[in-house]
């Protein structure tokens, strides 16, 4: 991932990883936090080091000498500070403790090492270079990335080669990784002098906005750590990652109302599901880019600039079931039925998986179908999420538990419980404490809640305050703007597609839990209003999946009490979601 540790010294069976600060007259936060997240990276992801102890030790070599304080928690120890002359005092005062199981130091050196990265730090490696294959685990236990990456190149070289246009949706559980398939791609095609200029859309503004400014920062860093004078500026780095991941609304408008054949050969659309209806973009385009009527919807008007290309072009689709959050969303079915009015000549790859109702929104699998050129391919689908990479079962009990399937949610959650820990409370400052204790490092966390949730306020929780998202998840701990104050909260619309190691969920009467079903509100004026529309229920449901499964490592989720004295907030309109969860075997602290 870009990360290397200075020195690592296999001692008497322990694992001594040292970060050298040379000329540092003090230890530095940051230093600290930078050795502690090389020790996280090997426990979680180099297979041999699991089950080792594993010691971090800054070196500031001017610094003045610090006392040796060992403390373990899960097989790490905190940092030690040493300076120039006291390094072999600190690995003999670890040693001397510590009686550890032999291991061979040549199969430790000769590991696998399988990381999960978020999709910030993916990008970022993507960007500088690394694959998709090496940034990604490869066990036997997940569903390859690298299956999906080829087949979907596979894909493309069909259709340069033979002529076609093709389209491929490509189908996943929540952080499977479908915008790090898309990232991928975008980068591998991303050559003008071979004909395959490729682009990255989406239409989650927040997304857009997080990678764009990663890549730019780390950009500037990395020129930086060259020290050979071109130094390049934020604003230069912005323009390049802007050009390669684009926000889809601005790229769409830009075809409209003339010929104008895409530089790209390959489109790759993030979250496809949340493409727009045809009523939708009609009253966006007449009130606000003022062109009354317009005929297309979203996915058939996308479809179409690329089918203007003469002989080959390839549309790739990343898309999710139970994602639709918002109004005007026109899920799968919508791209289908544009192929269908206006480009039936198009090959069209699928999946079987998306014979699901997540996917097809009551619509039959043959209606969607029917008269397309259509090719099932398996590896379409990533069946495993990464993001979750403690285990592979969030996204299955986050869905048994919106389906109100107790006894499934229940067998779900012991298989969890011990790897994703998560926890329910009735205390917002007992979730915050537990969060903040469980994270080392710069291991990121935050607080989450639906746009809905107007009756947080009183516990100090708006969901209508304006933040930068990039900011939230970028800027470090010292920053009072970033997620590590758990002071900002952020919606769905802000963290879909993105991810943090530990969330802190706070959850308000709009989605309740009530004699076995769940119930959907929405708050307008003084009042709750019961939502009966079905699509607006199910745009509130896949809110509260979405926040449920943003989080890598694990989960506190805060249930206020309510109040007696304030109608809008009454005890019951909580207690039902609380005893549900219990029921499930949730821990309460």
């Keep these: 991932m870009g990360k290397r540790v200075d020195t690592v010294i296999l001692y008497k069976n322990i694992v001594f990883l040292l970060e050298f600060k040379c000329g540092d007259t003090v230890y530095k936060n940051y230093a600290y936090d930078q050795v502690y997240d090389y020790a996280l990276d090997l426990h979680s992801f180099h297979k041999e080091s699991h089950d080792k102890l594993l010691v971090p030790i800054i070196v500031s070599t001017e610094a003045a000498a610090a006392a040796f304080e060992i403390i373990e928690y899960d097989r ?43 999709i910030v730090e993916a990008a970022q ?44 949706f490509v189908t996943g559980v929540p952080g499977a990784g479908k915008t790090l398939a898309g990232l991928n791609i975008a980068i591998q095609r991303s050559n003008a002098q071979k004909g395959e200029h490729a682009v990255f859309l989406s239409g989650n503004y927040p997304l857009v906005t997080v990678l764009q400014e990663a890549l730019a920062r780390d950009k500037v860093e990395q020129e930086k750590e060259k020290q050979n004078g071109n130094l390049v ?19 769409r408008d830009s075809f409209v109302g003339n010929d104008n054949i895409p530089p790209e050969r390959v489109a790759i659309f993030d979250e496809a599901q949340r493409a727009w209806t045809q009523d939708m973009i009609e009253k966006f385009m007449a009130t606000k880019k003022g062109v009354p009527q317009f005929p297309y919807s979203e996915p058939e008007f996308l479809i179409s600039t690329m089918d203007r290309h003469k002989d080959w072009a390839v549309v790739i689709c990343l898309a999710g079931g139970g994602q639709e959050i918002n109004t005007g969303e026109a899920g799968r079915p919508e791209w289908y039925d ?43 689908h990533l069946a495993t999420s990464v993001r979750s990479f403690r ?25 969890i419980k011990y790897k994703y820990p998560n926890v329910i409370t009735r205390d917002l400052n007992k979730a915050k404490n537990w ?32 933040i930068s998202v990039a900011n939230w998840f970028l800027n470090g701990k010292d920053d009072v703007r970033s997620s590590y104050m758990l002071e900002d909260v952020v919606t ?17 009467a709009d989605f309740r839990f009530v004699e076995d079903e769940w119930k959907y509100y929405n708050f307008a004026g003084t009042r709750w209003n019961n939502i009966s529309s079905e699509e607006r229920r199910l745009y509130l449901k896949n809110t509260y999946r979405v926040l449920l499964t943003r989080a890598r490592q694990g989960m506190a989720i805060f249930i206020p009490v309510g109040s007696c004295s304030d109608q809008t907030r009454r005890h019951e309109y909580y207690d039902g979601v609380f005893e549900y969860l219990k029921e499930i075997g949730v821990r309460q602290i």
Aim: proline share 3%.
């Design 76 to 118: 790490i120890i905190e940092p030690i500070r040493c300076n120039s002359s006291n390094i072999a005092a600190a690995i003999n005062s670890v040693a001397e403790k510590y009686s550890e199981p032999a291991f061979d130091y040549e199969d430790w050196e000769n590991s696998e090492y399988l990381p999960t990265p978020t």
């Design 125 to 168: 490696a993507l960007y500088r270079g690394h694959n998709v294959h090496d940034i990604t685990r490869s066990d036997a236990g997940a569903e390859n990335l690298t299956v999906t990456t080829d087949g979907i190149n596979r894909i493309i070289e069909y259709s340069k080669k033979n002529s076609r246009k093709s389209i491929c």
């Design 233 to 251: 500026s934020k604003s230069e780095a912005l323009r390049s990652t802007s050009a390669f991941i684009q926000i889809i609304h601005k790229y």
């Design 338 to 380: 544009s192929l269908r009015r206006s480009f039936t000549d198009w090959d069209v790859y699928i999946t079987p998986q998306l014979n699901d109702d997540e996917y097809c929104r009551g619509r039959s699998w043959y209606s969607m179908l029917s008269g397309l050129n259509t090719y099932k391919t398996e590896n379409l």
């Design 391 to 415: 285990t592979p079962d969030l996204a299955a009990f986050v869905k048994a538990v919106l389906d109100a399937d107790t006894d499934e949610a229940k067998a779900l959650y012991r298989r």
């Design 435 to 466: 969060v903040r204790d469980r994270c080392r490092g710069t291991t990121r966390y935050g607080l989450l809640a639906s746009r809905g949730a107007l009756r947080l306020k009183p516990e100090g929780i708006f969901v209508k305050n304006k």
């Design 492 to 508: 769905e619309f802000d963290i879909q597609g993105l991810e943090i190691d530990y969330s802190l969920v706070a959850w308000d």
